[in-house]
């Protein structure tokens, strides 16, 4: 069995201007290969200004000749329809026709039924309902794959308007910090600014970049709709006509790629304002404090509040963020920025009297949209306030190569608890304020500043 391929609707598809999506008048080809209506080019080109192709964006300084094997081509297609509007066979104009469905095309009950014997012949009444349902079925998935990219659309909106409320809250933060340093200062400032403005240049090109995959789905889908409501219009003969161009292009409509939001859409901010201070210090020594945990505000669950040096963190209501990949969602946590791998590190945590608190670790790849407990099975290492009985200030000290977390009473130095693992993965210093949970039967509304202090000695 052999499937037929229409030649008329290939070069329907050929011949088809991608500016007014006519067949061509006057074609003209690009060096880029591309081609459209002399006229059209002309009118895309002065309403835009500017002098290039419509489809790749390739600069050309004046409108190409007409092409003339595509005006050619272009009357011979002309030819062709008006001959094959006649009927299907030219021999038997009056004659019904049939249709294979095997084939996918209408033919001649007495030149061609007999080199279909095998096949499934059916009336052009019967295909074209068989047809439609087909083409029926196939548009509830494109129209479930636009409502989740009008969705996803509405995503990428949400992480612009915070990446930007990120981008002004760093450099109000920048600007003040370098405020109250000294007039040499404000090349380290400028610094700093810079870092900002290519971070936020590349978040932006990131977002539009992926902004852009959706939109063109988006484009995609409403046209691959179109077309199959359009042939759905279509009635007897005309729908057969235009069928086998339509199955011949209706296997790509609904492989159109599920696009996800997409991880490192967020302003780097950890990265921005990473030891501001301090970096200033090595060059003039002055009274400014090391940072040795930064926290990542894109891992801070929506009721969390970060201190604008990103060096405390308080709960309170509910504020609007983007749900991105790597922010916690079911729980009043956020990690610290920059990870580690290899060594040992410690720092001090400022607890207060916090009534209800736990700090420790965490791996890269802890489930940060899911219920769990924080158990080392899952990926936490960490040390929980019991009965108040902690000072205000806890040590938490990092051997990552024995495979130990450990916490210890600042007052006394004295330890409190300790893991012991063999970590397999990145892990990062990790932050819970109160009970924040969705499935919980309360929360705590107001809470303490929880600080991250000193590098300890």
């Known amino acids: 069995r052999h499937s037929a391929v229409s030649p008329v609707g290939f070069l329907e598809d050929f011949l088809t201007c991608p500016v007014c999506l006519d067949t061509f008048k006057e074609p003209v080809s690009l060096g880029c290969n591309h081609s ?13 200004n500017t002098k290039t192709c419509p489809v790749c964006r390739r600069k050309f300084k004046d409108i190409p000749p007409v092409n003339f094997a595509l005006k050619q081509l272009r009357l011979s297609l002309k030819k062709e329809q008006t001959e094959a509007e006649e009927g299907v066979c030219s021999k038997h104009p009056s004659v019904p026709a049939l ?40 548009l509830k998935p494109l129209t479930e794959q636009r409502e989740q990219a009008s969705a996803l659309q509405r995503q990428y909106e949400e992480v612009r308007v915070h990446s930007e409320r990120q981008a002004e809250a760093c ?18 400032e400028e610094l700093r600014l810079t870092a900002l403005r290519e971070e936020r240049s590349r978040q932006l090109h990131t977002m539009d970049s992926e902004l852009e995959k959706v939109r063109e789905l988006l484009s995609t889908l409403n046209k691959n709709i179109s077309t199959v409501e359009q042939q759905l219009k279509r009635e007897h003969m005309d729908f057969i006509r235009q069928y086998s161009h339509s199955q011949k292009s209706s296997s790509s409509l609904l492989s159109q790629p599920t696009l996800r939001l997409g991880p490192g859409l967020l302003i780097d901010q950890a990265t921005v304002l990473d030891n501001m201070g301090f970096k200033a210090w090595e060059k003039m020594r002055s009274q400014v404090h090391d940072r040795p945990v930064i926290l990542d505000p894109n891992t801070a669950d929506e009721s969390l ?12 209501t509910y504020q609007q963020v983007p749900d991105n990949p790597e922010r916690f969602s079911e729980y009043a946590e956020v990690l610290g920025s920059g990870g580690w791998s290899c060594g040992s590190h410690q720092w001090d945590v400022e607890v207060g009297d916090h009534p209800g608190w736990t700090i420790g670790m965490a791996k890269e790849s802890v489930d940060r949209k899911e219920i769990r407990s924080t158990t080392p099975k899952n990926g936490l290492w960490c040390l929980d306030l019991t009965d108040g009985e902690y000072s205000d200030v806890i040590r938490v000290r990092l051997d990552y190569n024995e495979g130990k977390v450990s916490f210890y009473n600042t007052d006394d130095m004295s330890l409190i608890c300790s893991h012991t693992d063999r970590f397999k993965e990145k892990i990062f210093p990790y932050f819970s304020v109160g009970k924040v949970g969705r499935y919980l039967k309360y929360t705590y509304m107001y809470f303490s500043v929880l600080c991250i202090g000193h590098l300890a000695p």
């Open 99 to 138: 249709f294979c469905l095997d084939e996918a095309r209408a033919l001649c009950s007495i030149c061609e039924f007999s080199q279909h014997r095998d096949h499934t012949v059916v009336s052009v009444e019967e295909a074209v309902s068989r047809l439609k349902e087909q083409l029926q079925s196939e």
């Open 36 to 48: 459209f209506c002399s006229s059209c080019l002309q009118n895309y080109w002065d309403k835009n």
């Open 171 to 188: 450099a109000r933060h920048i600007r003040e910090t370098f405020e109250r340093l000294h007039r040499f200062l404000q090349e380290e």
């Open 305 to 316: 509040y970060l201190s604008e040096d990103l060096s405390g963190v308080r709960g309170e």
